[in-house]
Each structure stands twice: as C-alpha cells, then as structure tokens.
C-alpha cells in the first residue's frame, strides 16, 4: 500500500552534512509514523529517529542527538533527516519506515530499500 523512496545518500568527509529525504507514495501519509533506521557494515540494523504523523512527536537516538533532526512535509508527503557533524561511525544504510504505530519498532511497517551514506576520516 505504501512505497517509500529514499534520497540523499552519497559520500561526505568528517563533519559534513547531508539532508536524506523519502518520498511517499500510496495511502494516507499523515496516517503513518515515519522513522529512519540505518544499519552499518557488520552490524545490526539500529533506530535513529523517528516523527509522529502530525510532527508533534519525535525522538532520536543518543548516538545522534543534537546532531540530526528529522521533519515531515505532509503537503509534499516526504519525510526528512537533516544529518550534521557527521562522523565515519555514521556510515551505513539508512532505510526509512513507515507504522501506523508510532510506539513501535517499525518491523510490521513498510520500508524502503535503503540509500548509502559514507562519511570519510
């Protein structure tokens, strides 16, 4: 019902910035918690932030805290993470979801296929 497309990915040195966006399509966006998650080489995939549908609510991991900010544009049915000071351990896949429940973990919802992020030392 619901496909999501991410952008923005790509290579950036220590301390940089990079602004990832998904794109909606398919049922009623503002329905929908969004989050991003990202998984790097060898490791487990891993919660980063996460936004009500109305935007009212939202929570980051520590490891990014202060440093990312996650926003919607339900007009535009996108979802974003603005992504500063980045550091090499930020280098991963980051995937964002949709759930109608915004307590949970994700995992029922749907997912987009990923984009890289590669941050330089």
């Known amino acids: 019902q619901v496909q999501l497309v991410e952008s923005g990915g790509g290579l950036v040195q220590a301390g940089g910035s990079l602004r990832l966006s998904c794109l909606a399509s398919?049922?009623?966006?503002?329905?929908?918690?969004m989050g991003w998650f990202r998984q790097a080489p060898g490791k487990e995939r891993e919660w980063v932030a996460k936004?009500?549908?109305?935007?009212?609510?939202?929570r980051y991991a520590d490891f990014v805290q202060g440093r990312f900010t996650i926003s919607r544009d339900n007009a535009k049915k996108t979802v974003s993470l603005q992504m500063n000071s980045l550091r090499p351990e930020d280098t991963a896949v980051y995937y964002c979801?949709?759930?109608?429940?915004?307590?949970?973990?994700?995992?029922?919802?749907?997912w987009g296929a990923g984009i890289q992020v590669t941050v330089s030392s």
């Open positions: 979801a949709a759930d109608t429940n915004y307590y949970s973990d994700f995992a029922r919802g749907y």
């Open positions: 398919g049922g009623t966006f503002r329905s929908y918690a």
């Open positions: 936004i009500t549908g109305s935007g009212g609510i939202f």
